[in-house]
């Protein structure tokens, strides 16, 4: 498997994990402030510069 695609696995899987857990437990991700600074971690975390 490239590394392109394991990269891209993980995005995505991290992406599908999110919406999981916004349905199934909302109220772990707390405010939309605090989902929307979790996306911006996760996003600095795996887009690499």
């Given at each position: ?40 971690h996760?996003?600095?975390?795996l887009?690499?510069?």
């Amino acid at each position: 498997m490239s590394e392109a695609r394991k990269w891209a696995l993980q995005a995505y899987s991290t992406y599908v994990g999110l919406l999981h857990l916004s349905l199934a437990s909302p109220e772990t991700l707390g405010t939309s402030r605090a989902r929307a600074e979790y996306v911006q971690h996760v996003a600095r975390t795996l887009i690499p510069e």
